[in-house]
């Protein structure tokens, strides 16, 4: 992995620097939480990105919904142009609260990557069954993400987290060539001596444990529609039948079908009521994790547990899901600080929570802009009707 390098037009000002310091002496020495209280405007997200070149840590930004989790990739894909910076992928990546949802395992995950090097003797067509395993599908027409087409001896992919693509030109069953190129374009970017193709879901399981998944599967089918017969209940016994046969059988002919994700505890061999795997197990364990807006993103990660259990208990109550679809869930709050290995807590008006626990807080109070807050005056509610014109009249005056 290439070192963290830090592109910018400007330089640490203002309370800035400090709070660069603290923070990345503070991980240095261990501390396992912190806290940076800096003022809207103060260059919170530029903190951020300095701590990360000083510390040379895998990093998760975490937010509390996709909008600013979407803004804060791009800023940081501009800090760091050398870097791999993703949108819930890769190595610096910023992901919203839903990064604690149940995810397939890293080990089935690494099981299934497509490795292609130059020179290396690989069928064609046993490439295209493995594509086909890993949930790409194929299109000869269009070349999109999640899809690949074949023309001759030439084999084009465009994996499902990149905006660019792989051709892989073959010489009989050896890899001669393998080329990134614009997909829209057909520009060529440069050749790779070998490439690494992932899965095109998240959620992937390995053959054997599918089968075995299928046979626990139909287990549980077979006491949950009698018990929904007991209990007179003949439109959700007859549902859940109907619904669980259809998802047996197209995961049986594909691996996959709609709502996969719900039979994660049979697909990932777990034990009723286990932890998830989520994307926090994808880090190493040193991990560096930074929650923007914690005092709005901690009660969305707290809530969520609840949230979501409300939900599927109706889904199971009513015949839709199997009650073993209660175990594809979020994290609790104790699992998911258990993740934790070092975090910053990031914002501007820090909760108790994150205050008493933090041992050390760095303050940015200073804009580097050097703009301050604008004088706040409060007014008694008497006569707010007659001081509002009054004060329109005087805007309008100037």
């Given at each position: 992995m290439p070192p963290f390098r830090l592109v910018a037009p400007f330089q640490p000002t203002g309370d800035q620097p400090e709070a660069i310091a603290k923070l990345a002496a503070g991980i240095e020495r261990g501390y396992r939480e912190q806290v940076l209280l800096g003022v809207t405007g103060s260059g919170k997200t530029y903190t951020m990105?300095?701590?990360?070149?000083?510390?040379?840590?895998?990093?998760?930004?975490?937010?509390?919904?996709?909008?600013?989790?979407?803004?804060?990739?791009?800023?940081?894909?501009?800090?760091?142009?050398?870097?791999?910076?993703?949108?819930?992928?890769?190595?610096?990546?910023?992901?919203?609260v839903s990064c604690i949802y149940s995810l397939g395992s890293p080990q089935d995950y690494q099981q299934t990557v497509v490795h292609l090097r130059r020179g290396a003797v690989r069928k064609r067509d046993r490439v295209l069954r493995f594509l086909t395993d890993i949930q790409y599908e194929r299109?000869?027409?269009?070349?999109?993400?999640?899809?690949?087409?074949?023309?001759?001896?030439?084999?084009?992919?465009?994996?499902?987290?990149?905006?660019?693509?792989?051709?892989?030109?073959?010489?009989?069953?050896?890899?001669?060539?393998?080329?990134?190129?614009?997909?829209?374009?057909?520009?060529?970017?440069?050749t790779r001596d070998e490439v690494l193709v992932y899965p095109a879901k998240h959620f992937i399981t390995t053959e054997e444990k599918l089968a075995l998944a299928l046979a626990d599967?139909?287990?549980?089918?077979?006491?949950?529609?009698?018990?929904?017969?007991?209990?007179?209940?003949?439109?959700?016994?007859?549902?859940?039948?109907?619904?669980?046969?259809?998802?047996?059988?197209?995961?049986?002919?594909?691996?996959?079908?709609?709502?996969?994700?719900?039979y994660s505890r049979h697909l990932q061999r777990r034990e009723p009521g286990s932890r998830p795997w989520t994307l926090l197990d994808y880090f190493p364990d040193d991990f560096l994790l930074f929650i923007d807006e914690s005092h709005i993103t901690l009660p969305q990660v707290r809530g969520m547990y609840e949230g979501d259990r409300a939900r599927k208990q109706v889904l199971v109550d009513y015949g839709f899901r199997l009650p073993s679809a209660m175990d594809?869930?979020?994290?609790?709050?104790?699992?998911?600080?258990?993740?934790?290995?070092?975090?910053?807590?990031?914002?501007?008006?820090?909760?108790?929570?994150?205050?008493?626990?933090?041992?050390?807080?760095?303050?940015?109070?200073?804009?580097?802009?050097?703009?301050?807050?604008?004088?706040?005056?409060?007014?008694?509610?008497?006569?707010?009707?007659?001081?509002?014109l009054a004060e329109i009249r005087t805007r309008v005056a100037r």
């Open positions: 990105a300095c701590v990360v070149e000083r510390v040379q840590r895998p990093t998760l930004v975490l937010a509390h919904n996709k909008t600013l989790a979407a803004q804060l990739w791009a800023e940081f894909k501009e800090f760091f142009p050398d870097n791999a910076v993703e949108y819930f992928r890769d190595v610096l990546i910023v992901a919203s299109n000869d027409y269009q070349l999109a993400r999640g899809k690949f087409r074949v023309r001759g001896d030439t084999l084009e992919i465009q994996p499902a987290y990149e905006e660019t693509a792989l051709r892989v030109e073959f010489w009989d069953d050896e890899v001669e060539r393998i080329v990134v190129f614009d997909p829209l374009t057909g520009e060529v970017l440069g599967i139909e287990g549980e089918l077979a006491e949950r529609a009698p018990w929904f017969e007991e209990q007179g209940k003949l439109l959700e016994a007859q549902r859940i039948k109907q619904r669980t046969a259809f998802d047996m059988e197209m995961l049986r002919e594909t691996g996959v079908c709609p709502g996969v994700e719900n594809n869930r979020p994290l609790r709050a104790d699992e998911f600080f258990a993740h934790i290995h070092q975090v910053v807590y990031v914002s501007a008006t820090p909760a108790e929570f994150e205050r008493s626990r933090a041992q050390e807080i760095a303050e940015q109070l200073i804009r580097p802009t050097g703009v301050l807050d604008p004088t706040i005056a409060v007014k008694p509610t008497r006569g707010q009707i007659d001081d509002l």
